[in-house]
Nanobody, 121 residues
Framework: HVQLVESGGGSVQEGGSLRLSCEVS????????LGWFRQAPGKEREGVAA???????SYTDSVKGRFTASRDNTKNTLYLQMNSLKPEDTAMYYC????????????????WGRGTQVTVS
C-alpha cells in the first residue's frame, strides 16, 4: 500500500519561494516514478513535474526555470523547490506515484497525496 504525504505549502508574496515535500511510503516499486501536479478551483488538474527512476525530470512549460524537482531516495522524499512564484501558481499541489513513468507523464498515476495549498498574492 502506497501512501504519499505532502507538506510545505503556505501563503507567499509574488516573487517568493516555497519548497514542497512529499514523503512516500509503501511498496518501493511505486516510489520509482513520482510527479507533482496542481489544481486550482474550477480548473482541471495539470502536471507540474515528473521524475523517473533514472533521475530524468520533466517540467511543464509554465514552471521551467522557476521550479526544480528532486528526490532523496534515502528519505523516500520528493521535493519541489518553487521560486519566483506568481499568482497563477496558486493551487492545491499534489504528489503522485505510479509503477510506470509514462502514466505519471499522462497524469493518470494510481496513487495521490491529499495535497498542500499554495497561495501566491
Amino acid at each position: 500500500h502506497v501512501q504519499l504525504v505532502e507538506s510545505g505549502g503556505g501563503s507567499v508574496q509574488e516573487g517568493g519561494s516555497l519548497r514542497l515535500s512529499c514523503e512516500v511510503s509503501g511498496d518501493p516499486i511505486f516510489k520509482r516514478c513520482l510527479g507533482w501536479f496542481r489544481q486550482a478551483p474550477g480548473k482541471e488538474r495539470e502536471g507540474v513535474a515528473a521524475i523517473d527512476s533514472d533521475g530524468t525530470i520533466s517540467y511543464t512549460d509554465s514552471v521551467k526555470g522557476r521550479f526544480t524537482a528532486s528526490r532523496d531516495n534515502t528519505k523516500n522524499t520528493l521535493y519541489l523547490q518553487m521560486n519566483s512564484l506568481k499568482p497563477e501558481d496558486t493551487a492545491m499541489y499534489y504528489c503522485a506515484a505510479d509503477g510506470v513513468f509514462q502514466r505519471i507523464m499522462n497524469g493518470v498515476a494510481d496513487y495521490w497525496g491529499r495535497g498542500t495549498q499554495v497561495t501566491v498574492s
